[in-house]
């Protein structure tokens, strides 16, 4: 499990090598289902954080290229999202395979042994974290979406949800947009026809759909394996199972 962090002009050279390093090391956790390696980056402070099919968290310093601790998950499945803010609280959220959402104080003592930074557990949740969200500011709320189609939103301080979203299907991928009250998802069907990626904003309302387009002319949507918005615009990107990536936006370009 490799990091890779490349530099370049990307318009007239390709990307440089900067650094590397093998994020873990250690003997993974066996279960039915893994999800790899999963990562957060956090761009002002340099910090990144690394986790998945182990029972810990662990927290690099990028510009030193050292390890600064390893936090404990308390989890007995993989940890399956991770996401963090830069508004001086300090959080850190895991949400897992066993449908749980972990929250963790990150600025404890460094060292060699793993320490236990454990906050909460969020347990509303009944199968696998699809993706989780911290919004910015100190009132920020967590985001998280579960397989099952349920979308929550917390408040950091207690361990009910403020509220839930139902979703028409099961889903698996979701995305959240850093600053619109919106988030996309991948449903999961069973039938390739049946794939679509939908829009919705925190009240529960369908903005947009795309979907499967029959027809000589029409356009097929393959199942989703990541979703991304734009930090700042109405733009949302969309890799496929069929490794084809595709970029869609709230309106045409103007020519």
Not at 52 to 79: F, H, L, N, P
Not at 151 to 170: A, H, Q
Request: charge should be positive; hydrophobic fraction near 35%.
């Amino acid at each position: 499990m490799t990091v890779r962090f490349d530099f370049g002009n990307y318009a007239t050279a390709g990307p440089e090598l900067v650094t590397a390093w093998k994020a873990l090391s250690e003997k993974l956790v066996s279960s039915t289902r893994g999800s790899g390696l999963v990562l957060e980056w956090r761009q002002q402070s340099g910090r990144l954080f690394a986790s998945g099919d182990v029972r810990y968290i662990r927290v690099w310093d990028v510009s030193k290229e050292m390890k600064v601790q390893d936090i404990a998950t308390g989890a007995e499945s993989c940890v399956t999202c991770l996401t963090s803010d830069e508004a001086g609280r300090s959080l850190l959220v895991a949400g897992c395979g066993d449908g749980t959402v972990r929250l963790f104080d990150h600025r404890s003592p460094s060292g060699e042994n793993i320490v236990s930074s454990h906050v909460m557990t969020l347990k509303e949740h009944s199968s696998w974290i699809v993706n989780a969200f911290m919004q910015p500011g100190t009132d920020g709320k967590i985001l998280t979406g579960s397989m099952h189609g349920e979308v929550k939103l917390w408040d950091p301080r207690f361990t009910e949800s403020v509220k839930t979203i139902k979703l028409s299907s099961m889903m698996n991928t979701l995305a959240f947009h850093e600053r619109a009250n919106v988030f996309a998802y991948g449903s999961a069907q069973s039938s390739s026809t049946d794939d679509t990626i939908k829009v919705y904003n925190l009240n529960g309302r369908t903005l947009s759909t795309i979907r499967y387009l029959s027809g000589f002319m029409g356009n097929r949507i393959s199942p989703t394996s990541c979703l991304a918005f734009h930090p700042y615009r109405s733009l949302l990107a969309v890799g496929s199972q069929d490794c084809i990536l595709s970029v869609y936006a709230s309106e045409k370009p103007r020519k």
